[in-house]
């Protein structure tokens, strides 16, 4: 008998418990944003588009940038390439 009751006694305050963590995240998920909370988050959103737009630019210019000292290198190195060629085709021909 002293089990039966325990697990009646168990089951009662999980059930309880359920209902009561249930209900407080019901109630927390349908309240209503205010029309302050709304604003605040707009302009957050805002701010937040404003700074990945400038990052993103910033990734652009820096790109940019990149890929012309990426020109710049390969010409060096096509440049030194053809005086390499150059050098090598004199002492061939003496």
Sequence with gaps: MKTKARILAGAAIAALVGITVFTSVES??????SPAERAATAELNRDVMLKNAA???QHRMLEAQYQ???RQYEAQRQEY????QSSQDERERR
């Design 28 to 33: 927390s998920a349908s309240t209503p944003s």
């Design 68 to 70: 012309q000292q990426q």
């Design 81 to 84: 390439q053809d005086r390499l």
């Design 55 to 57: 990052a993103d630019e």
